[in-house]
Each structure stands twice: as C-alpha cells, then as structure tokens.
C-alpha cells in the first residue's frame, strides 16, 4: 500500500484539495453562527457504558419507553440517504451507530448534515432501538458539533501500512488501529497490578531526581544540561539506583521507584533512549529472595493479563509459571563454547574463539577489563538469544557489575542475577557492595576508564559513598524493564510499538 495514501503527510501550509473543501465547510458553519470547536459536552456515557447496559436487549425484549443515552466521539463511518443519515460514533475503542433524521432534528439537521465528515467529533443524544437488521442504535434528537477534522483520516480502515508514520503520528494511529489502543491499555493495566503488587509485598513507592549533579548506578552515557540559576551542569539520570540505595541507609527499608530513565545511546527494536524501569530494594535481604519476588511478579502478572501463565511471543510459546530456570554466566559461555574454567579470564584463548566463529571482536577499552568486553560480545551474540523460556542467569564478574557485592565463594564473582525471557533481558539484581570503602576504590577504577575516553563509565558519587559510611544494610536491589515487559505480555518485538512516542529523527 502507499504510505502517500495511507497518511496525510501535508505540513501545516499545505492543503490538499480535501482539507480545502473541509475548511469551506468550517467557514460556512461560523458564517451561520455554528462553532465547529463547541463548548464542552458534560454528563457524557461512555459508549462502553451504554453497551453493556443494552447488551441484553433484543428486537423482542425492548422495554418501553425505550432507553435513553448521550455519547460523544469521532464519526468513523457515515452513510446518507436522503433526508437522513447513519454514522458509527468512536470514543476510545468502542463504536456505536446513530441514526439521524431531518423531521426529529429540525434546522439542526440542515445546518449539520452537509458539512459533517469522517474524523469529526460530535455529541449525540437520542433514543436506544434496532433496525430492521438488528443493528442497536441511536435515534438522535440533538446533535451537536465538538470539533471539526479539517484534515482527513487515512482511508484505510484496517491500520496504517506504514510503520514509521504509525510511530511519529501516534495520534492518528490510535484512532484508526484498534490494537493499538489495547496494547496501551494492558500496558496502564500492567503498571497499575505492578504497583499493587509491591504495595502488598511491603514496600513503599517513593520518587528520586531525574536531574542529577552526578550521573551513576548504571554504566552508560548520560544526556547533560545546564541549570542557569545555579550555574550548575546537570545530568538526566541513567538509573535511580544510587539514590534509592541513600534511602535504605536512612532506614526505609523497603522502596521502589516506576521512573523514566535516559541513556545517550543507539536506537533499535530493544532500545530507546528514555525508557521506563521499576528499581526496588530490599534492606536484609538477598538477591535469592528477589529472584523468588519476581518470579511471583510475573506469574500472577501473566494471570491477572491472560488468564494464564502460558503465553505466546513471537513463535514461542512461553511458561511463565515459577519456578525458573537457573544458569551460571561462565558456565553458560563455556558450554556454547567449549571452554573450560581455566579459559574464561584468558584473553587470548577468547579472541581465538570469536574469530574462530567469525565473531566481532570487540575494541579494547583503557582503564576497563578487556576481558569482560570478550565476554560480554560472546554472552550476547550465542547465549542470550536462545534464552527463551525464563532464565535467571547468575555469578557475573566482578569487572562488569561495579556495584554489585562479591561472592563469599570467590571474589571475583558477583551475587548478581539477570533474567532473560523470550531473548530479551528484562531484569537485573544483585546483592548491594555495602563496603565504602571498596565501593570508593571502584568509583576511581571508573574515574580512571572515563579519563582514558570511556564515557560510559560515571565519575565518583562521593556523597554516596558518604552516605555508605554511615552503613547500609545487607540490601539486595533489582531493576525491571517495563517496557521491554510489555513487549513480552502484548506479543510485540519492537519496544517502540509499546512507547506512546518513540524518539525518531526530524521528519524532512
């Protein structure tokens, strides 16, 4: 299909012949004293509402004096006969019929009939009944113009063909796209049973900056701006972890945080560059008892969303019930590659495996381990991809989890988990360093990659590592990704079908 003909594509100064005739037909009604943008419309019904409270009525069973409803929403189909009309009214994602009739509406109808179009928003309040094919209606007695579409809708009434116009014109597509709206709908619905959940489970929902004098609690690179009363540069925050990990030093011992985060990072079906994340911690407890959270979380959520914890993504048909799998990250790489322990921190012995299997090798970085950079590239091109029913993937190393606590069984190794679903990792947690002085030592580790040109790696948070000194508890913290979630419980596979407005480039 023609995206041309698919989606108005016009600019503000540009008319098409139809959005000509569209405004004639607005002058007209202002010349006649017609505001086309009326005034509000109150004591609405849903049509929702007025369908579920007809939804029992037949042709035979119609009570008398028949039902009663005033409704509002944008004319979706319209048909004209004569001295009369039928129109199919949407609010939202439901449609219901109305009829019109030029001896019950009067002059209104004179007035309105010819200058109504598909996309206009109307009022309409009138009488429930059926036609002589069955079809429940409104036969209207008052009639009211809310907003005139002086740019008309796309002519095809199936969706957009055109993917990026669907995502830069969102406005559009949620009127023409059913799926569209449900799938934002399931995600508010998400949201909110996700907020339920850990209200029951005991922790307490708080809100931390979103502008930050220092960036940290993820390596990546910020967004910064300027504060011009304070004269003062500031960084969008890459993750609230630093500061809900301030609150648990102040005895809150159980916080979470639904937040926006912002990456200066690439674009793809997996990543946009401001994202939506759930951050919790929880004081005295273990990596191992978030594990068993979220496995709950995600269980009763597939429930409370499908009824089920049988779901489909993709081709795969995925269990969400507990409990998951459970594998060790060397380990992991070690059985796709056939290495053996001995091999897992030799850089020689891992370069020769990725270039054996033509893999990218990846530019070594001064100032960080290249040796977690090899294992990262040979993690994320051969084992996350076949991590598709739930996987929680534990004991990273030291060197790629900065703020994560080491194992009792070998320091080089972490207390940090990663869960992966469907191929995509919606969720990372570990076992908080709580030493400050060993939490400082890594800071400098990072302060010396960032001044060797890694700009991924955060400057020192020393006031966080004050606040460490005045001790922190045993505390374990975890991260989820919301959107990539919602990608998994809508069956998408491109995170900017689950963003209201995914960043795009300037149109041209």
């Not at 944008?74 to 048909?79: M, N, T």
């Not at 922190?472 to 407005?501: C, H, K, Q, W, Y």
């Amino acid at each position: 299909m023609n995206s041309k003909k698919n989606l108005p594509t016009s600019g503000p100064l540009e008319q098409s012949e139809h959005e000509r005739v569209r405004r004639q037909k607005r002058d007209q009604l202002l010349l006649r004293g017609i505001d086309p943008y009326g005034a509000p419309f109150p004591n609405r019904e849903s049509i929702e509402s007025l369908k579920k409270r007809t939804e029992r009525l037949t042709p035979d069973t119609l009570i008398e004096p028949a039902p009663t409803a005033r409704i509002a929403g944008r004319i979706v189909l319209f048909r004209k006969f004569g001295k009369a009309f039928f129109a199919t009214v949407q609010d939202e994602s439901h449609r219901f019929q109305i009829y019109v009739r030029a001896d019950l509406l009067g002059e209104d109808y004179a007035d309105l009939a010819d200058s109504l179009d598909l996309g206009d928003i109307v009022g309409a309040e009138g009488v429930f009944f059926f036609t002589k094919t069955g079809e429940p209606t409104l036969s209207v007695t008052s009639l009211v113009l809310l907003a005139k579409s002086v740019r008309p809708l796309p002519d095809k009434w199936h969706g957009l063909s055109d993917q990026e116009a669907r995502y830069r014109q969102r406005y559009v597509d949620l009127i023409v796209t059913p799926d569209t709206h449900h799938i934002f709908v399931t995600r508010s619905m998400i949201v909110r049973f996700i907020r339920t959940f850990m209200d029951r489970h005991g922790f307490i929902e708080v809100e931390t900056p979103m502008m930050q004098p220092t960036p940290g609690g993820a390596l990546a690179r910020p967004f910064s701006t300027h504060h011009n009363a304070l004269d003062m540069e500031l960084y969008l925050r890459i993750a609230p972890e630093l500061y809900l990990k301030r609150l648990i030093v102040g005895g809150m011992t159980r916080v979470y945080e639904i937040n926006r985060n912002f990456r200066n990072e690439g674009v793809s079906t997996r990543h946009n560059p401001e994202f939506t994340m759930m951050e919790f911690y929880a004081a005295y407890a273990s990596y191992e008892d978030l594990m068993s959270l979220t496995e709950s979380l995600l269980s009763s959520l597939a429930m409370e969303i499908h009824g089920s914890t049988e779901i489909q993504f993709g081709e795969h048909r995925i269990s969400l019930a507990h409990p998951f799998r459970r594998i060790s990250y060397l380990e992991a790489i070690g059985d796709a590659f056939n290495l053996s322990p001995e091999d897992y921190f030799n850089n020689e012995r891992l370069i020769e495996v990725l270039r054996s299997k033509n893999l990218p090798i990846p530019e070594a970085r001064p100032g960080k381990p290249f040796v977690a950079d090899l294992l990262n590239t040979l993690f994320e091109l051969a084992v996350e991809p076949v991590l598709i029913q739930p996987t929680f993937v534990i004991g990273y190393p030291k060197a790629i989890s900065p703020l994560a606590r080491s194992s009792q069984a070998d320091p080089e190794i972490t207390d940090r988990f990663e869960l992966f679903v469907g191929g995509l990792e919606l969720a990372n947690g570990f076992n908080e360093l709580n030493d400050p002085d060993e939490q400082l030592r890594r800071f400098l580790s990072q302060q010396e990659s960032r001044l060797s040109g890694d700009l991924e790696a955060p400057p020192p948070d020393y006031d966080y590592v004050r606040a460490l000194e005045f001790g922190l508890p045993p505390t374990a913290g975890e991260g989820i990704g919301i959107d990539r979630l919602v990608m998994l419980l809508t069956n998408r596979t491109s995170i900017r079908d689950v963003l209201l407005f995914p960043l795009l480039r300037p149109e041209a």
